[in-house]
């Protein structure tokens, strides 16, 4: 039986690809970089989940994401590169002020409340997330958030797992069900962690071989299914 959820944020709970647009934009108006097309955006989130999954691999550090992924996008469109810095500082503020539930994820989250216990559990920056969850109205509803920049590790490390579980605990790991939308930081890191993992994958994206989710779901409130089941 599963009784308790790990809930990744960005790309699951939330609409990050929808957070991200407004807060590039308006990083431009207020950096007087002029409007920012939806090319422009697009090229700069490919380059932004591209820094993302060398962190999830080992290769950077997250201090390296941030301004290195803002440096080359720059450096790409002609901009100044020195502006990354307090451009990052800026965009990590204007992240949490657009909050687009997936699915209707906060009554989905409501209706769970109780039922099992529930935590947040994001490689998201501090200032960004916490703003995102207190506008959205989940940091409430939660029993617990768990942010990689202050565990002192990023999914899909066993540390951070390990970080959660010592803090949750105790639980017995069949009874834990990560939920994420990302295959390399939410399922890897929970398969590694021995505990059942759900794929939630909206938009029907094949599976990679090598990689067995124990559930893959393209609506959020197919998991009250899978808790009915278990």
Known sequence: ?????LW???G???DFLAAEKAAIRA???QFGLGDCSDEQIARYSAINQSYWRRLENGEITKAQVLVGRFEEFFAGEGLDPALAVPFNETYQVRLGDTVCFMDRSYELVSRLRGRVRQYAV???TRVAQERKLKKSGLGELFDGVFISELVGAE???PAFFGYVFDH???????EVLMVGDSLTSDMRGGIQAGIPCCWYNPK??????GMAPDYVIHDLNQVEEILSRS
């Not at 949750?168 to 069949?174: C, L, N, Q, S, T």
């Not at 029907?204 to 071989?209: F, I, K, M, S």
């Open 204 to 209: 029907g994206l094949p599976l990679p071989e």
């Open 1 to 5: 039986m599963i009784r308790t959820i």
């Open 27 to 29: 990083c431009f108006a």
């Open 8 to 10: 990744d944020i960005d």
């Open 168 to 174: 949750i605990g105790p639980v017995e790991k069949p």
């Open 155 to 157: 999914k899909p490390s």
């Open 12 to 14: 699951t709970l939330l």
């Open 122 to 124: 994001t490689n998201g």
